[in-house]
């Protein structure tokens, strides 16, 4: 099992900065595959950005790439998503993620809301 715990969420107006953080407890935090994933007001959740094992890959959906930015401290069992030129479309729930494979995560955190004000 492992728990994931987000903070960091809030409220910025356009054009603003937000770091979110994922700490895990459990099982070796190096094991997972990890991702950050968002669902807006009547949306489905959907894929942000994702990071391998040991960081030496990341995935950005199209919509934030150039401004969010994936990181991870497998010393700290945690992930990290920098959010930059926030827009008012950023605002959702943001939840944290693991999987042994980025196909299919089988650990989530509760999320955090992050809201965007025009």
């Known amino acids: 099992q492992v728990q994931l715990r987000e903070s960091g969420g809030g409220l910025v107006q356009a054009g603003g900065s937000l770091r979110l953080s994922c700490v895990a407890s459990g099982r070796t935090f190096s094991r997972y595959f990890m991702g950050w994933f968002r669902q807006a007001p009547g949306k489905e959740r959907e894929f942000v950005a994702a990071?391998?094992?040991?960081?030496?890959?990341?995935y950005n959906t199209d919509s934030v790439k150039g401004r969010f930015t994936i990181s991870r401290d497998n010393a700290e069992n945690t992930v990290y998503l920098q959010m930059n030129s926030l827009r008012p479309e950023d605002t959702a729930v943001y939840y944290c993620a693991a999987g042994t494979n980025g196909k299919v995560y089988e650990y989530w955190g509760q999320g955090t809301q992050v809201t965007v004000s025009s």
């Open positions: 990071i391998t094992w040991f960081g030496g890959s990341t």
